[in-house]
């Protein structure tokens, strides 16, 4: 999963594809690159960040989703929190609704989600954004994050989603210390035996540079994102949201090609 932030304030890369112009540049290179989803957003949810009014958020992401889905893109999906902006990117041609806060914005965000009949990403954040790195605590993040997702997933089942469009995202970086992040990436199996595919979203996220202070520059982070995508894979993971989609395809293929020549 390509992500293409159209928005002038993400933490890596905003402001530079916040124009429909260099928005479409950007998805064609991350195509030709190997991306398989495009997840296009108009709202940074990076820490600290400031909410974004609906009509400025669909402004941003619909006129680049209709463009892309009349070039036949592969899946579109949008990253927001809010149904509006949900609706209006379905009907111009998004398919997956990637939702930091589970439906849980607003009241009707599963109902939507249901009527929609997109497939719905459940990602777990301790907080919201403008504080969620402020003292984020757990007694055992294993278990919360785990026991949060079915959850989330037992809520979007109720209001009528199929359980074939329903992913879990642990939320890596979203309301976590640097341990919790380290136990959760060494414990993506657990999430991944939940039933439910696993969208793991670990790139360029500051957790790499407490790791190696050199990569303060989220683009220095492009390696410590790949080791991070690769324990993703080995764990079972459906799918990997990223930068560097063609430097971690290559080493997904590396990483792939040896573990298919191991003794069977």
């Known amino acids: 999963m390509g992500i293409l932030n159209l928005t002038p304030d993400s933490f890596s890369d905003g402001g530079l594809y916040d124009g429909a112009p260099a928005a479409l540049a950007q998805a064609r290179r991350l195509i030709a690159q190997g991306a398989d989803i495009l997840d296009l957003g108009g709202e940074s949810t990076r820490p600290g960040a400031d909410p974004v009014p609906v009509e400025a958020e669909i402004a941003r992401v619909v ?34 609704w990637n939702d930091v806060t589970a439906l849980r914005y607003a009241p009707q965000a599963p109902d939507v989600a249901a009527e929609l009949g997109c497939q719905v990403v459940l990602m777990h954040m301790q907080g919201e954004p403008r504080t969620m790195q402020a003292a984020p605590r757990y007694d055992d993040v294993i278990a919360e994050v785990c026991a949060f997702l079915l959850a989330r997933a037992d809520a979007a089942l109720a209001a009528g989603v199929a359980r074939e469009k329903i992913w879990l995202d642990p939320g890596i970086g ?90 069977s």
């Open 63 to 96: 006129p680049v989703i209709a463009a892309l889905a009349r070039d036949g893109a592969p899946p579109l999906s949008v990253d927001t929190m809010k149904p509006d902006v949900a609706r209006a990117a379905m009907a111009a041609g998004a398919t997956i």
């Open 174 to 263: 979203f309301g976590k210390s640097l341990d919790h992040n380290l136990t959760l990436l060494a414990h993506l199996d657990r999430i991944c035996a939940l039933g439910f595919p696993v969208l793991l979203g670990a790139s360029r996220k500051r957790f790499i540079a407490a790791l190696h202070p050199a990569a303060d520059a989220p683009d220095a982070r492009a390696p410590g994102s790949i080791a991070a995508a690769l324990a993703g894979a080995e764990a079972g993971v459906a799918a990997l949201r990223i930068h560097d989609v063609g430097e971690t395809a290559q080493a997904l293929d590396v990483w792939a090609a040896i573990r298919d020549a191991r003794p």
